[in-house]
């Protein structure tokens, strides 16, 4: 059975603050999805990553995708209240489009 | 272009009531899949459809059914409800529904049962 580790599941920082997330498995994934979801509504894809030791970057936010492609990173610089929200990871098999999903992380920005 | 739609947003049922939910996906999309969402916690797999074809199943109890339509959009039915069955059940879209194809969710139907 695919699993997908994330951390931390809660973390409440200032305005201006770094911060990373990560996710971790033990299994193999194809790709591996991010997503930001606000309370009620659904998750918004921020980026995939295909290829072992992948770096995206969208402004403030960082991805990597690990060497072995079990493992991802997102690193947020000088994050703002905007930032607020669920933060989700999600990785997909070889075989299909079925998303394995992380915990989800809730981060908090204060202002 | 309109995203990912899904109808009803929200419902109230009573156990043992059956539901059916609908999603239609991005335009040229032919990739369904549904996830349901408990509070708290991350999105879990139930099914996913491409061309109007079962892809994939998760670890969810037969009261759960799918199928897609022609003009691909989605329905999921769900029989006998049970309150462990209130969350909320996302629709996600995708070109071709293999594992490097993007998803794109739609806003999600909240369900709620007493």
């Known amino acids: 059975t695919q699993l997908l580790e994330q951390s931390p599941q809660f973390l409440s920082i200032q305005e201006g603050e770094n911060l990373t997330v990560y996710c971790n498995s033990s299994?193999?994934?194809?790709?591996l999805q991010w997503y930001r979801q606000e309370p009620g509504e659904g998750p918004v894809l921020l980026v995939t990553?295909?290829?072992?030791?992948e770096v995206k970057k969208l402004k403030r936010l960082t991805f990597q995708f690990g060497d072995a492609r079990k493992d991802s990173s997102l690193h947020i610089t000088a994050a703002q209240p905007g930032d607020t929200g669920l933060y989700l990871c999600?990785?997909?098999?070889?075989?299909?489009?079925?998303?394995?999903f992380g915990q989800g992380t809730e981060l908090s920005v204060k202002p | 272009d309109a995203g990912v739609t899904q109808s009803p947003t929200h419902l109230i049922k009573t156990r043992g009531q059956h539901v059916t939910l609908r999603c239609s996906p991005i335009?040229?999309?032919?990739?369904v899949s549904w996830y349901q969402q408990v509070l708290g916690q991350g999105p879990q797999f139930i099914f996913q459809?491409?061309?109007?074809?079962?892809?994939g199943r998760g670890n969810f109890p037969d009261r759960f059914s799918a199928r897609q339509f022609p003009n691909y959009s989605s329905e999921l039915n769900v029989n006998a409800l049970l309150l462990g069955d209130s969350a909320l059940y996302l629709c996600?879209?995708?070109?071709?529904?293999?594992?490097?194809?993007?998803?794109?969710f739609g806003p999600g139907t909240r369900l709620t049962v007493t």
């Open positions: 299994s193999v994934f194809s790709s």
């Open positions: 999600a990785g997909a098999g070889n075989q299909g489009g079925k998303l394995i």
């Open positions: 335009s040229g999309h032919k990739s």
């Open positions: 996600a879209s995708s070109l071709t529904g293999t594992g490097v194809s993007e998803q794109y």
């Open positions: 459809y491409y061309e109007k074809e079962e892809r």
């Open positions: 990553v295909v290829t072992g030791g």
